[in-house]
Structure formats: structure tokens, C-alpha cells
């Protein structure tokens, strides 16, 4: 988990792993220079449970580092992901270790997410299966923060590529050279986790990350040989961010609600 400027939402997110049905794992926390009280947070959460790993950046350097920076601290079978301001549903560890451990042809696995903001769920996302090299023309094949790993998957491509070309787009960046290594995933059709999507996660989406969407989409027609459609789909992002953004929540909403 890499943490930067969640204090108000860090606990919930470290008390839904307490809560795991699943308890034999250990949380590596690093802080990405964060300005409130994060670390401080995360040092008595710490002090309190012996399964914890807190490191922390030197200054401010991105998720693809800091992720990388995690993985440095990952000796186990399997790597999890999480956001310092999201919950992981209960089962989420049990069943996601289940599949991976009934499945070995997979190297991934993820889930769709429920939504929710400061007024409570308002959608849940579909779907499930194995994606094909096409799933990407569409975006991401997997949801970054629910997913579960193969820890030999990730030491295969040696993580992250930290980039600043890559900032906000690091997990289809993952999955586009995890794929092209050879691994593959699965997408479990139940919600096991929940994402917090208010307007701080709406600030976060910006003109540089939009250029970065599409570079990687690009990258992956390229890389994947996908078929002429994709190269359209890569300009999506772009299109996306030149809609207002109240229509774009407005319609980020709509198409996720129940």
C-alpha cells in the first residue's frame, strides 16, 4: 500500500484488513513524503500490530516508486494491492488466495469494485472472466487496487516502470507487460473491495494523466498487435477529459449506478 495524503482515511482502510477473514499476511505500508498526518497514522498502527512493514520515500516520488519500493519488503507467494483510502470487503483475501491457489495458469486476479463517496455506495461495477489481448483496447483488463499477484509475476518484469510518463497509468502499463511476458489473469464477477471515488479522486485525474492513457494505449496496440480500433480507443482519455467536469461525474455516476 502506498500512502500519501489519506489521514482522514487511512484507519478505515487499515482496519478493513484487520478484519480479513484470511490473517496470515503482513500490510507493507510507504509513505510517499506525505504532508499531514499519514505517517504518523501508519507509525501507531505499527507500534499496535506486529504484521506491519512502514518505510517511507526520502520526498515525494510517485506510486510507480513507491509500489516498487514496496514489492523490496515482499517475500510471500502473493502480492496484494490497496489505496490508502479504500476498503477491502472481508472475504476479499480468502477467496482472491482460494482462486490463485485452484488456478495456477493464472498469474492475476481481480474483482470489480463498488463505489462510494462521502454519501455513501452509489454503483457497483460488472463483469468477470478471463480477458483477451482485445480487453485492452478498452482500457485497463484488471482493476489495479483489488487485484492479487503472483509475487514471481511481478519479479518476471521487475515491477513497475517508474516513469514520469507513466504516472497514474502504472497498473495497464503492469498489465500490458506482464502479458507480454506471457502471464495472464482473471477477473472474479463479485465485488470484494470498495473504492473511494469523491471529488479528491476526481482532482486526481488530469490532463497529464489523460496524455499518459493514451500513450500506454498506443503502446499496447503497438506491442499487442491489436486490431485498428484500438488506435481510436487510445484518443478516448483525451476525449473524456475535454467534457466539463461536472458532466463528467454526472455521467461517471450514472453509468455505475445501481
Not at 97 to 112: G, H, R, T, W
Not at 205 to 223: D, E, F, P, Y
Request: hydrophobic fraction near 35%; include cysteine; aromatic fraction near 12%.
Amino acid at each position: 500500500m502506498g500512502i500519501y495524503n489519506c489521514a482522514p482515511y487511512l484507519q478505515e482502510a487499515l482496519d478493513s484488513l484487520y478484519a480479513q477473514t484470511y490473517q496470515d499476511f503482513k500490510i507493507i505500508l510507504c509513505d510517499d513524503g506525505s504532508r499531514d498526518d499519514t505517517y504518523a497514522i501508519a507509525q501507531k498502527n505499527a507500534a499496535e500490530h506486529n504484521n506491519i512493514v512502514l518505510i517511507r520515500n526520502e520526498k515525494n516520488m510517485g506510486l510507480n516508486y513507491t509500489l516498487n519500493h514496496c514489492l523490496e519488503y515482499a517475500d510471500t507467494e502473493y502480492c496484494a494491492r490497496m489505496d490508502g483510502d479504500d476498503i477491502s470487503l472481508p472475504t476479499r483475501f480468502e477467496t482472491e488466495i482460494k482462486f490463485l491457489d485452484e488456478n495456477p495458469k493464472y498469474a492475476i486476479v481481480s474483482c470489480p469494485m463498488i463505489y462510494f463517496d462521502e454519501n455513501g455506495e452509489f454503483g457497483r461495477g460488472k463483469g468477470g472472466g478471463e480477458p483477451t489481448t482485445e480487453s485492452f483496447i478498452y482500457g485497463s483488463p484488471h482493476c489495479h487496487a483489488p487485484c492479487l499477484v503472483r509475487t514471481e509475476a511481478y519479479k518476471a518484469v521487475e515491477g513497475y516502470t517508474v516513469s514520469p510518463k507513466l504516472l497514474r497509468v502504472e497498473d495497464y502499463h503492469l498489465w500490458l507487460k506482464m502479458y507480454a511476458h506471457g502471464y495472464h489473469g482473471y477477473n472474479l464477477s463479485e465485488c470484494l473491495y470498495a473504492m473511494r471515488d469523491n471529488r479528491e479522486a476526481v482532482k486526481r485525474r488530469t490532463w497529464k494523466g489523460s496524455i499518459n492513457n493514451m500513450r500506454v494505449h498506443l503502446l499496447a496496440c503497438r506491442q499487442l498487435n491489436l486490431p485498428l480500433k484500438g488506435y481510436f480507443y487510445s484518443f478516448m482519455p483525451i476525449i473524456k477529459r475535454l467534457l466539463p467536469r461536472s458532466l463528467y461525474i454526472y455521467l461517471h455516476k450514472n453509468r455505475l449506478e445501481k
